[in-house]
């Protein structure tokens, strides 16, 4: 389980205002693959993280855990973001303030209007096919761990194999993005435990 600095619990949760008050019928699977593919996005553009958070390789595509048990348990760690709804057997998400730019560089922005424009009106199936196709991180990581035919069987739905966003990056990008994603963990851990 991640701990959240009150700065990346701002970040993340104005993250998903900014897509919920942007995207139609924002079910919990749409949300968590529109916030791997800014995650990606960000990483192989500008080499460095976006939320820096973990993403897990489950059957239904790249999973931020900590989000998604928020998401299903009853929102605690973003319940002052957002509020969610079952709808015909699906919970989906509603913001319940106006976004709030102040942790947001002008190029994540950017990012984020790119990612909605391109992704934003699929639905949730639609992505979890995206983000399945061969070649993908999530693609790869499943292949290689033995994933693949489990998840096909249903013999399996999740796993705690990681996504390396590195993957796929020049030497120097690689470099690069994992010192900023040390340096972001870092700061993260150290103003948690200020918070406490």
């Not at 391109?118 to 070649?135: D, F, I, S």
């Not at 489990?150 to 796929?168: A, C, H, Q």
Request: with cysteine; charged share 25%.
């Amino acid at each position: 389980m991640c701990k959240f600095s009150e700065d990346s619990k701002q970040k993340l949760g104005n993250t998903i205002i900014y897509i919920a008050e942007r995207t139609p019928q924002l079910s919990k699977t749409k949300l968590l693959k529109l916030l791997f593919l800014m995650e990606e996005y960000m990483v192989k553009r500008y080499h460095v993280p976006f939320l820096a958070l973990p993403y897990e390789v489950w059957q239904a595509g790249p999973v931020a855990k900590d989000v998604f048990i928020d998401l299903s348990d009853g929102v605690v760690l973003l319940k002052d973001f957002i509020k969610t709804k079952m709808i015909d057997g699906a919970m989906y998400i509603f913001a319940i303030k106006p976004f709030s730019e102040d942790e947001f560089s002008e190029c994540e922005i950017e990012m984020m209007d790119e990612v909605i424009k391109r992704h934003g009106n699929k639905t949730a199936t639609q992505l979890v096919a995206e983000v399945h196709k061969e070649g993908t991180l999530w693609h790869n990581v499943a292949q290689e761990k033995g994933l693949l035919e489990d998840f096909d069987n249903g013999v399996s739905n999740n796993s705690s194999f990681l996504i390396d966003f590195s993957i796929g990056l020049s030497e120097c990008a690689k470099a690069d993005y994992l010192e900023s994603l040390s340096i972001r963990q870092t700061a993260n851990i150290l103003k948690a435990q200020v918070n406490v």
